[in-house]
């Protein structure tokens, strides 16, 4: 077992550096105290992540002596001309904003430092959801882990205790199915559909970035406003007018051509086709894992309440992510679904205390 040195009660902060969001979990005593989200649009330029930084060193001032854990999937962002230099450039970033104190998860190989994570890149490269599944596995031997976010959904069997997924690197992910290229908030309408009904006829869909699935779940009240941080399709607003706006030129049409009412039910036809999608998906990769049938949905990211359903449906137990993880009596408010919103930086900080206590 590698052990990772670590000073008792110095802090721990879990990083998860993602394209469009950095999110963050900071761990004292074995108990998580506070979890952060900061838009972070990184195909832009990587001072997006410096301001992530200097935003979660204003909230945690005590983030100079603390020890860092972090995963990525930024990586994969068109800032980078392949997937190696971008971890590596991450790498660089990073150990430079945040010091020596900082380890990188490559599951089976540990936690390199940024010195040895060069030879580790593959491994480190969008390893996000193991450290979830890990950290699931340490409490629930046979589970399948829902992670649904903005942009992606994970979706990772736990079989003996141990992650069990067909694929390690996203390529082979989205040919198992369990890597499912949609999520609550960033997710082009079109994507979703090519036809659909409205009016009781059904519609070709325009091909054509005009809104996303935040317009959807804005419309449905299920996209907490805290997780709805990135800028719409058109960069208008996010009121309801707006939404139905840009919901109504995905066919063609204009926002005063219905009511209200009617958008809200046209968006629950978008819904259930997000739904069905990921619900084909998950019901292939419990069945191809040999997952038991009574064995537990864990839901975890911004769209847990799609997670919830598919449980609802696969007749399955569902428990949020947050139950994994001891809570601070002075964190604030609302921190037990953020952990659930950021589950794998909350996983990190959890596996690196297990480590530290394992070895002494």
Same mark, same amino acid.
């Given at each position: 077992?590698?052990?990772?040195?670590?000073?008792?009660?110095?802090?721990?902060?879990?990083?998860?550096?993602?394209?469009?969001?950095?999110?963050?979990?900071?761990?004292?005593?074995?108990?998580?105290?506070?979890?952060?989200?900061?838009?972070?649009?990184?195909?832009?330029?990587?001072?997006?992540?410096?301001?992530?930084?200097?935003?979660?060193?204003?909230?945690?001032?005590?983030?100079?002596?603390?020890?860092?854990?972090?995963?990525?999937?930024?990586?994969?962002?068109?800032?980078?001309?392949?997937?190696?230099?971008?971890?590596?450039?991450?790498?660089?970033?990073? @150990?430079?904003?945040?010091?020596?104190?900082?380890?990188?998860?490559? $599951?089976?190989?540990?936690? %390199? #430092? +940024?010195?040895? !994570? =060069?030879?580790?890149?593959?491994?480190?490269?969008?390893?996000?959801?193991?450290?979830?599944?890990?950290?699931?596995?340490?409490?629930?031997?046979?589970?399948?882990?829902?992670?649904?976010?903005?942009?992606?959904?994970?979706?990772?069997?736990?079989?003996?205790?141990?992650?069990?997924?067909?694929?390690?690197?996203?390529?082979?992910?989205?040919?198992?199915?369990?890597?499912?290229?949609?999520?609550?908030?960033?997710?082009?309408?079109?994507?979703?559909?090519?036809?659909?009904?409205?009016?009781?006829?059904?519609?070709?869909?325009?091909?054509?970035?005009?809104?996303?699935? @935040?317009?959807?779940?804005?419309?449905?009240?299920?996209?907490?406003? $805290?997780?709805?941080?990135? %800028? #719409? +399709?058109?960069? !208008? =607003?996010?009121?309801?007018?707006?939404?139905?706006?840009?919901?109504?030129?995905?066919?063609?049409?204009?926002?005063?051509?219905?009511?209200?009412?009617?958008?809200?039910?046209?968006?629950?036809?978008?819904?259930?086709?997000?739904?069905?999608?990921?619900?084909?998906?998950?019901?292939?990769?419990?069945?191809?894992?040999?997952?038991?049938?009574?064995?537990?949905?864990?839901?975890?990211?911004?769209?847990?309440?799609?997670?919830?359903?598919?449980?609802?449906?696969?007749?399955?137990?569902?428990?949020?992510?947050?139950?994994?993880?001891?809570?601070?009596?002075?964190?604030?408010?609302?921190?037990?679904?953020?952990?659930?919103?950021?589950?794998?930086?909350?996983?990190?900080?959890?596996?690196?205390?297990?480590?530290?206590?394992?070895?002494?």
């Amino acid at each position: 077992m590698q052990c990772i040195e670590h000073n008792t009660g110095a802090p721990l902060i879990g990083w998860d550096v993602g394209g469009a969001h950095v999110k963050a979990s900071l761990l004292v005593d074995g108990a998580i105290h506070d979890v952060a989200q900061w838009p972070a649009p990184l195909w832009q330029g990587l001072e997006h992540l410096d301001a992530a930084i200097d935003a979660a060193r204003a909230r945690w001032p005590d983030l100079a002596r603390a020890h860092h854990a972090l995963t990525m999937t930024a990586e994969m962002t068109d800032l980078f001309p392949d997937r190696e230099a971008g971890v590596l450039g991450l790498v660089d970033r990073l @150990a430079n904003r945040l010091g020596p104190g900082l380890r990188f998860y490559a $599951g089976d190989a540990g936690w %390199p #430092t +940024a010195a040895e !994570a =060069g030879a580790h890149w593959r491994a480190i490269a969008s390893a996000n959801w193991l450290a979830t599944a890990h950290q699931v596995g340490t409490r629930y031997p046979d589970a399948l882990l829902v992670d649904i976010g903005s942009t992606t959904t994970d979706l990772i069997p736990i079989v003996g205790g141990q992650p069990r997924p067909r694929g390690r690197c996203d390529a082979d992910r989205l040919a198992s199915g369990e890597l499912v290229y949609l999520g609550v908030v960033r997710t082009p309408l079109c994507a979703l559909a090519r036809q659909i009904s409205f009016d009781g006829r059904i519609r070709n869909v325009m091909n054509e970035w005009f809104a996303t699935s @935040a317009d959807l779940f804005r419309l449905t009240g299920e996209l907490d406003p $805290g997780h709805d941080q990135q %800028p #719409t +399709a058109d960069g !208008a =607003g996010k009121d309801e007018a707006a939404t139905c706006r840009r919901l109504a030129r995905m066919i063609g049409m204009d926002a005063r051509d219905a009511d209200p009412g009617t958008w809200r039910e046209f968006a629950t036809r978008w819904r259930e086709a997000m739904v069905d999608e990921i619900a084909r998906h998950a019901t292939r990769v419990a069945h191809d894992s040999g997952l038991p049938v009574n064995a537990p949905v864990i839901g975890a990211g911004c769209g847990l309440f799609l997670g919830r359903e598919f449980a609802a449906r696969a007749r399955r137990a569902f428990v949020p992510f947050h139950q994994m993880a001891a809570l601070a009596t002075t964190a604030p408010p609302g921190t037990a679904a953020w952990v659930d919103i950021c589950a794998p930086s909350a996983a990190l900080v959890l596996l690196l205390a297990q480590r530290s206590q394992a070895c002494g």
